[in-house]
């Protein structure tokens, strides 16, 4: 396969697997091998590392980086550009999803395709996020407060963390923007503490708020998000990546609950036997208070 003397000749993904297609068997066989992941796993490659991507190809890295020298393009962060872009414009709207859905209607493959599609995304949970979620969780332990945003579908996953987090640690705080007051709630930031910012495409104008303010104030970052290159992963100083995948219109919250339960479990085990005892504090005040119906006696 001759090479390009720019990346310019791949305007597109499709050109390049086309291209790639056309001249596949030109290729070494270590660069077949490569290839062929990417063409199989084009999902894969905006949201996970290149050591990642060569692992999973059983190539080596510097194998990914020649490859893309030999495409013509000037390292592997030029030959991903393309696979973000495409990831990027792959956004359906969701009427549009909304009729495939509706076109399904009484198909017995409706429940599988979800638990198949949220079992795939629990398990690129697990193979991905495992260092992610330990640097965020120093990032928010270290924290004098932490602070957590994360706003319209994600406003589900915020609050979980917020709600678990606070059990065992009162200097926790969830930025709702009720009643037009978020400025008001970014006044509070600062340099000291710590915001972990969730949202995935598209991404919501007000989480960009939140971080904007985050590092004017000094805050560090954690963003939880569905690419390492969306717009709060490009300001944070640690990113958590989920899969949103989903055979239904809207996009898949699973992933999200599961990465902050277990980022709240790590900060557990972190903060130790202070973490237990606040606990068991919260959990008798509660119990105190009436927030939960008796147990009846046998």
Not at 30 to 42: C, E, G, K
Request: one cysteine or more; charged letters at 20%; proline letters at 4%.
């Amino acid at each position: 396969m001759p090479s390009n003397s720019t990346s310019s000749a791949f305007h597109t993904l499709a050109d390049f697997q086309a291209h790639c297609r056309a001249h596949f068997s030109e290729l070494s066989a270590q660069y077949q091998q490569s290839v062929r992941y990417l063409m199989d796993h084009p999902q894969e490659v905006p949201i996970s590392s290149m050591r990642t991507i060569a692992g999973r190809a059983k190539v080596q890295p510097a194998t990914l980086v020649r490859l893309a020298q030999h495409l013509g393009f000037d390292g592997w962060q030029s030959l991903r550009a393309l696979f973000v872009d495409d990831f990027r414009g792959a956004h359906q709207p969701y009427a549009s999803r909304a009729e495939t859905v509706v076109r399904k209607r009484g198909s017995s493959r409706l429940l599988d395709d979800m638990v198949q599609a949220q079992h795939q995304n629990l398990e690129t949970l697990r193979v991905e996020a495992l260092e992610g979620l330990a640097n965020a969780a120093e990032m928010l332990g270290d924290a004098q407060n932490v602070h957590v945003a994360g706003f319209r579908a994600c406003f589900p996953v915020a609050f979980s963390f917020h709600y678990l987090y606070r059990l065992f640690r009162k200097s926790v705080h969830l930025v709702r923007g009720d009643a037009g007051a978020l400025e008001m709630e970014l006044r509070a930031f600062d340099r000291q503490d710590a915001v972990l910012a969730i949202s995935f495409a598209p991404y919501s104008q007000e989480v960009l708020r939140v971080v904007e303010a985050a590092r004017a104030a000094g805050c560090r970052v954690v963003a939880l998000t569905d690419s390492s290159v969306s717009p709060l992963a490009l300001q944070a100083d640690c990113t958590v990546l989920f899969s949103v995948d989903s055979p239904s219109f809207f996009p898949s919250i699973t992933a999200g609950v599961a990465a902050v339960e277990a980022l709240v479990e790590q900060l557990l085990a972190r903060e130790g036997k202070g973490a237990v005892k606040a606990l068991e504090a919260a959990e008798g005040q509660l119990h105190s208070m009436g927030a939960y119906v008796p147990a009846r006696r046998r």
